[in-house]
């Protein structure tokens, strides 16, 4: 059975820092990888999706690498800003499933001014 | 991105009605979406895949007669909490894929449900 852990559980740094969120699964069928943004009772933002091909994707400050053989994907976040707390969630879903995702517990981020 | 958009964002009900929630794909069309469950300070749990066109797809341990999904068009999936209770109320996140499988998975706003 497929299981997603992230770590840390969460994560305080001044503004201005440059931070890495873990991410690991038990899996390593595992197909493609997906980060989200969730801010407090709300859904979820897609950041960026790794898919099975690939092994890393950028999009501005964010940065995701995805390594299947040792079941691990990292979420970089350069520069942060007060404006990056939220929480991340990182998920998988496992080839011929039907794209169903499997998330982890998601690590709480605060970035102080 | 793709843009789902999930209807109503807050709902509080009495015990033992039933409440209905919509999600719909404003932009693309999608075959499949998901239903998710979330309790507090925890992640999400899929709840069932619903299949456009067919019956719906539930995880082990999610009472199909307590939540009923329908897919009737291409662009819209809802999820019924029939006979509401205390313990149902939690935050409900649809999804769909944007292009078939294996492809991006965009969520909507989320359902807070509050049963009293």
């Known amino acids: 059975k497929q299981e997603v852990t992230q770590i840390p559980a969460a994560l305080s740094v001044p503004e201005g820092e440059n931070l890495v969120l873990n991410c690991s699964f038990t899996?390593?069928?595992?197909?493609?990888l997906q980060w989200f943004r969730q801010d407090p009772g709300k859904g979820l933002t897609s950041l960026l999706l790794i898919q099975s091909s690939q092994r890393e994707q950028t999009s501005g400050r964010l940065n995701a690498s995805l390594d299947k053989s040792s079941g691990r994907s990292t979420l970089y976040i350069a520069a942060s800003q007060p404006g990056d707390s939220a929480t991340y969630l990182c998920a998988g879903d496992i080839y011929n499933q039907g794209g169903k995702l499997i998330f982890g517990q998601g690590t709480e981020l605060s970035v102080k001014p | 991105g793709a843009v789902v958009s999930q209807h109503p964002s807050r709902v509080i009900c009495k015990s033992g009605t039933s409440v209905k929630i919509e999600c719909r794909s404003l932009d693309f069309q999608a075959t499949t979406m998901f239903w998710y469950r979330q309790f507090p300070k925890q992640s999400l749990m899929l709840m069932a895949t619903?299949?456009?066109?067919?019956?719906?797809?539930?995880e082990q341990g999610v009472e199909k007669d307590k939540f009923l999904i329908n897919h009737a068009s291409l662009t819209l999936s809802t999820l019924t909490v029939t006979s509401a209770h205390p313990e149902d109320s939690s935050f409900y996140i649809c999804s769909a894929l944007s292009g078939g499988l294996n492809t991006e998975a965009f969520f909507g706003q989320g359902t807070r449900l509050t049963v009293v």
């Open positions: 619903s299949n456009e066109g067919s019956k719906a797809t539930y």
């Open positions: 899996d390593s069928a595992i197909y493609n």
